[in-house]
């Protein structure tokens, strides 16, 4: 038997049970309130599911704009740019009952500056399960697609894949990283999905998010980067205005990037394009600390100080730029400590 059924032939059973003794005052009371009890939690019970159950309902997924503000301020290190325009984007987003289009993200910045973080953050300030929410899906192209000889069949099942769903839960929010290594072809199968329609195939889109990751444009940001710190100016200065130009051009003419966000940009697809700066030693003794933190241990400046020392950084001779940013750090401190 159905469990609604089950449940209104016991509310039924109950109060027949009820109208057989209703010469009885003090078991008919019993039995109406206890139907009435039953009553009432037949009417919650859908509640209580969704309490036990994620779903795609405001229990479990609302958004947290000052949360988003704190963490971006908190956790994320030397990355004020990339802080204000996520903080920017998604609030702006959020915040519109009816957005003309999905929100479209293109993180860009060399490696471990903290695109994944940030797209961690974005995730638990949405969903309460962060990104364990079954309504966050990350794709990485060398992973999901490796093979450029199956691009077809890729493409089929990336549509039907979010177009489920999207279908399923129209605030959902995609990932896809390593996007400079996305065939072409499958950027072209996504595109719909970003457009400005009001619905592809009957589903509406215009709820969720896209997230691009890449390592594109990624030395251009950190050419600018190094001329702030040669000419002696600080990075808080740098402007996104600086970086918009150098980071366009270098995208357009990568060889593999260069493709996707030419047709991606042509329409106007992405709405935000989001530098990461390179990050300096203050930034990775910041990452250390936090990580002893999150391990539970006590913090100690001058161990993350050394780790942070021991890195290698670049141009070689100024050593202004961790090589891989702040990426090592968790492995690298069961080594110091
Ligand atoms: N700017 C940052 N502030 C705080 N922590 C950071 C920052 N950048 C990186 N981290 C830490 O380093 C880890 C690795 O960074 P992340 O995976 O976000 O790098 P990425 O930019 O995605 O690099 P890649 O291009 O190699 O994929 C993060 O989980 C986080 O703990
Ligand atoms: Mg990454």
Redesign the pocket.
């Known amino acids: 038997m159905e469990p609604r059924k089950r449940h209104v032939f016991l509310l039924w059973m109950l109060v027949c049970a009820g109208s057989t003794q209703a010469i009885e005052p003090i078991s008919t009371s019993i039995a109406v309130g206890m139907a009435a009890a039953l009553t009432g939690f037949l009417a919650s019970y859908q509640n209580i599911f969704y309490y036990f159950h994620e779903c795609c309902r405001p229990e479990w997924i609302s958004f947290n704009s000052s949360g988003l503000k704190v963490d971006l301020e908190q ?5 004020h740019i990339a802080s204000r325009i996520v903080l920017k984007a998604l609030t702006g987003f959020m915040n519109n009952a009816q957005p003309k289009k999905p929100l479209v993200l293109s993180l860009h ?10 797209s961690q953050i974005i995730a638990e300030n949405i969903y309460k399960e962060g990104m364990d929410s079954s309504f966050v899906h990350v794709f990485t192209s060398e992973l999901h697609f490796p093979h450029a000889s199956k691009i077809d069949t890729y493409k089929s099942q990336l549509q039907q894949w979010i177009k489920g769903n999207v279908t399923n839960c129209g605030r959902s929010m995609f990932i896809f ?1 390593e996007m400079d290594k996305m065939h072409p072809g499958l950027i072209d199968s996504i595109k719909p999905y970003l457009e400005y329609y009001d619905k592809v195939d009957g589903v509406c889109y215009r709820k969720a998010i896209f997230i691009f ?1 890449s ?1 594109a444009g990624g030395e251009s940001i950190t050419q600018i980067a190094l001329d702030f710190w040669r000419a002696g100016q600080d990075r808080q200065t740098i402007d996104l205005k600086d970086l918009e130009v150098p980071l366009s051009l270098s995208v357009f003419n990568n060889k593999q990037s260069g493709l996707w966000h030419t047709s991606l940009i042509d329409k106007n697809l992405v709405d935000y394009f989001v530098p ?1 700066l390179p ?1 300096e030693h203050k ?1 990775i003794v ?2 250390a600390l ?2 002893m933190e999150a391990k539970g241990m006590v913090k100690n400046h001058e161990v993350a100080d050394q780790l942070a020392r021991d890195l290698v950084y670049f141009p070689k001779a100024e050593r202004v730029f961790s090589v891989k ?3 090592t ?2 492995s690298k401190l069961d080594y110091y400590t």
Do not use: P, R, Y
């Open positions: 956790k994320l290190f030397g990355q910045g060399s490696t471990g500056t903290g695109k994944n973080f940030v990283d990751l390592n990461f990050l930034h910041q990452c936090a990580e940013g702040c990426k750090i968790e």
